[in-house]
């Protein structure tokens, strides 16, 4: 059993910046690839990034590259989403997962985070 804790969401306004953070604790967090996913209001859950085990590799949803950084602290145990010039489609609840291998759909995941809320202030 993984147990993943989010946090540092809140309001951003046009062109901010905000890092999203998932604790984790449990099983070894290191045999863990992870993800990040969000689920906008009236919308289902998307891919948002994913990072692998010893953090050698990433891949992001293309509405997000070149904007978010997906990156991990094994020491830690956190794994960080550093999210800049947000836009107003940012705002959905973001949730991290735990998944045995690298993978960017929500069944590969095995342990969810609760969700941080995200929300864009114009």
């Known amino acids: 059993q993984v147990h993943l804790v989010e946090s540092g969401g809140g309001l951003v306004q046009a062109g901010g910046s905000l890092r999203l953070s998932c604790a984790a604790s449990g099983r070894t967090f290191s045999n863990y690839a992870i993800g990040w996913f969000r689920q906008a209001p009236g919308k289902e859950r998307e891919f948002v990034a994913t990072i692998t085990r010893n953090g050698w590799s990433t891949r992001y949803a293309d509405s997000v590259k070149g904007r978010f950084t997906i990156s991990r602290d094994n020491a830690k145990n956190t794994v960080y989403l550093q999210m800049n010039s947000l836009k107003p489609a940012a705002t959905a609840v973001y949730y991290c997962?735990?998944?045995?291998?690298?993978?960017?759909?929500?069944?590969?995941?095995?342990?969810w985070g609760q969700g941080t809320q995200v929300t864009f202030s114009s």
């Open positions: 997962a735990a998944a045995e291998f690298h993978a960017t759909t929500e069944g590969e995941y095995d342990y």
